[in-house]
């Protein structure tokens, strides 16, 4: 329950207001639990409507997206992009495509996404998009088609100054390559820095791919050096999900010495306990697009269970669910601490739940919240315009360097501020904290916008 009469105040026109929309509220009073601890020393918030203003998006776009199928049936699908906040720089984050996308959901990782990109230290605002359609079953001509009539709408909304999307659940490399074809088809411009996961020939920066999955592994084996004298060396991993920031995440803690015996999609999960062959989950994933029970069916001594919920049964030391929202609850929490789990580090977007939340912490386990775990990926895309503008592209090795030292630097700024909030450790405080004060001071700084 909320203390401060500030923020209970906005939250409870929130709460009226948006009603509707409960992973936005819930994304809302996470942040607003860890502003307790600084709003009292800055009057001068509420003088000027600060916090109202930060939970009000700038400005949201709604959209009919019409395409024909390879039948020649007409399909209407709904778009979105809501333009969060533009204080610290353009707005950016990715675009989402999937049956359960709303406006909740949008709004919810749009919001997240303005203390994710402040603390990349980069300048980029919080912004978010997507589609309730399902890529999935659907055929190459039947994506292309619709990500040229969502882009049709689109394009008017965005530009390389203005608000630069990217991929997420639904959206890789496949539909943001059909996307940039439109955009610059409509423009007559090639603005690279409109988009970011393009194909490394036009644009798109090596090290992209692998960025989201390797930065929360170089997050995670910072925090669990400093916080707990620990590697992944030698410990048993969970990863849920098994799409772009499951397989690298899986990949990098291997490499670390880590070994995953578990992974998802959203029909159940396979368990190996000689370790996931990534090579064959890869190889279904990547090129077959296949569900992840043949991985069971290929390789012996695997096996494969319904239901991707139970995979927090599986006995773990470190847990890193990086499929999607509140895909961890108490149930879930609550497997993981009788099993022993040290460690859960969100790659995905609020993938716990507040009650799994408070179990892990109140049971001691290290964890950290996906908007400073996965920032690897918005950061790397920050790089990749970075790249565009000055027309150049950088080696892996000095990408994968570059974000190595972000993530090292997001840990610290997140630590550093759960210390100065008397919560030493709390990550989840410290990247609330962090990532606001400085989305604050630049909104303080333009005026009443
Ligand atoms: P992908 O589409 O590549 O993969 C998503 C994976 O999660 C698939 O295995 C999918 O299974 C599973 N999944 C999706 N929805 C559900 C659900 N409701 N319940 C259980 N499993 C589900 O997406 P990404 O890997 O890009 O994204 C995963 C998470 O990481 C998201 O929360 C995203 O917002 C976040 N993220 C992604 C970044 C990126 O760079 N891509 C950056 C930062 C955060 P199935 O195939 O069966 O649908």
């Excluded at 203003?53 to 020649?72: A, I, L, S, T």
């Excluded at 450790?425 to 410290?430: A, K, P, R, S, Y």
Aim: glycine fraction near 12%; include cysteine; hydrophobic fraction near 35%.
């Amino acid at each position: 329950m909320l203390q401060n009469e500030y923020l209970k105040r906005v939250y409870e026109e929130v709460q009226r207001r948006d009603s509707h929309e409960p992973e936005f509220l819930q994304a809302v009073l996470e942040v607003f639990e860890s502003l307790e601890l600084v709003v009292d020393k800055h009057p001068e918030w509420e003088k000027s409507g600060l916090i109202e203003r930060f939970v009000e998006p700038e400005r949201v776009v709604e959209f009919r997206v019409p395409w024909v199928d390879d039948n020649g049936n007409t399909r209407v699908n709904r778009g979105y992009r809501v333009q969060y906040n533009s204080a610290i720089g353009p707005y950016k984050g990715g675009l989402r495509f999937h049956p359960s996308v709303n406006l909740s959901v949008i709004k919810f990782l749009g919001f997240e996404q303005i203390l994710k990109n402040s603390l990349t230290t980069l300048p980029m605002g919080g912004g978010k998009g997507g589609s309730d359609f399902d890529p999935k079953g659907k055929s190459d001509g039947e994506v292309m088609r619709f990500c040229q009539s969502f882009m049709t709408e689109l394009y008017r909304h965005i530009g390389q100054f203005t608000d630069t999307p990217a991929g997420d659940i639904g959206v890789g490399a496949r539909e943001i390559g059909y996307m940039f074809g439109q955009y610059k088809r409509i423009v007559d411009r090639f603005d690279g820095g409109v988009l970011t996961g393009k194909g490394l020939t036009f644009g798109g920066s090596l090290a992209r791919t692998q960025a989201t999955g390797y930065g929360l592994c170089y997050f995670a084996a910072e925090a669990l050096k400093h916080l707990k004298g620990e590697s992944y060396e030698g410990k048993t991993v969970v990863v849920s999900g098994s799409g772009n920031v499951a397989q690298y995440a899986a990949e990098k803690c291997t490499q670390l010495g880590g070994k995953v015996v578990a992974m998802s999609d959203s029909q159940g999960y396979i368990y190996d306990p000689n370790g996931i062959d990534l090579k064959k989950l890869f190889d279904i994933k990547q090129r077959r697009r296949a569900r992840i029970s043949v991985y069971a069916d290929e390789v012996p001594g695997s096996e494969y269970h319904e239901g991707c919920r139970n995979i927090w049964n599986v006995k773990c030391d470190i847990a890193m669910p990086c499929a999607s929202q509140n895909e961890m609850d108490a149930e879930g929490a609550k497997a993981l601490i009788a099993n022993g789990c040290i460690a859960v580090f969100e790659g995905a977007n609020m993938p716990l739940t507040p009650e799994a939340i408070a179990l892990v912490q109140g049971n001691g386990l290290l964890y950290s919240p996906g908007k400073a775990s996965n920032a690897g990926g918005v950061a790397t895309s920050g790089l990749e315009m970075s790249q565009n503008s000055i027309r150049m592209s950088w080696s892996f090795e000095e990408v994968d360097e570059k974000l190595q030292g972000i993530m090292k630097n997001i840990y610290k700024a997140c630590y550093d501020a759960s210390v100065e909030c008397g919560r030493p450790g709390d990550l989840m405080v410290g990247a609330n904290v962090a990532g606001f004060l400085k989305v604050a001071e630049a909104m303080m700084a333009q005026g009443v916008v």
